[in-house]
Nanobody
Framework: QVQLVESGGGLVQAGGSLRLSCAAS????????IGWFRQAPGKERDFVAA????????LYADSVKGRFTISRDNAKNTLYLQMNNRKPEDTAVYYC????????????????WGQGTQVAVSS
């Protein structure tokens, strides 16, 4: 099993920056890709970004491309999401997900999930 714990959420003003972290533990050797998803109130969970656990294969949602950067530190088993130029529509609970396959956008393809961290952007 893989355990994922997100942190770093909070309230920021529009245009501001925030960095989320996701600490992975357990059988991390089984992880091939890890990513971020978000769920706004009353909406489905949407793909944000994903990265291969080894190598530099990354995927981004069009809505965050150029503003968000996904990265990881394998030595710390930690995933990051640097969010710049935040917009009110970025307000959501952000989840970390991991899977035993290459990075993909479909959330149903991810086997492991964290509990989420709340991010709010004020206008």
């Amino acid at each position: 099993q893989v355990q994922l714990v997100e942190s770093g959420g909070g309230l920021v003003q529009a245009g501001g920056s925030l960095r989320l972290s996701c600490a992975a533990s357990g059988r991390t050797a089984s992880i091939y890709a890890i990513g971020w998803f978000r769920q706004a109130p009353g909406k489905e969970r949407d793909f944000v970004a994903a990265i291969s656990w080894i190598g530099d294969n990354t995927l981004y949602a069009d809505s965050v491309k150029g503003r968000f950067t996904i990265s990881r530190d394998n030595a710390k088993n930690t995933l990051y999401l640097q969010m710049n130029n935040r917009k009110p529509e970025d307000t959501a609970v952000y989840y970390c997900g991991a899977r035993r396959g290459p990075p993909v956008r479909g959330q149903s393809k991810y086997e492991y999930w964290g509990q989420g961290t709340q991010v709010a952007v004020s206008s």
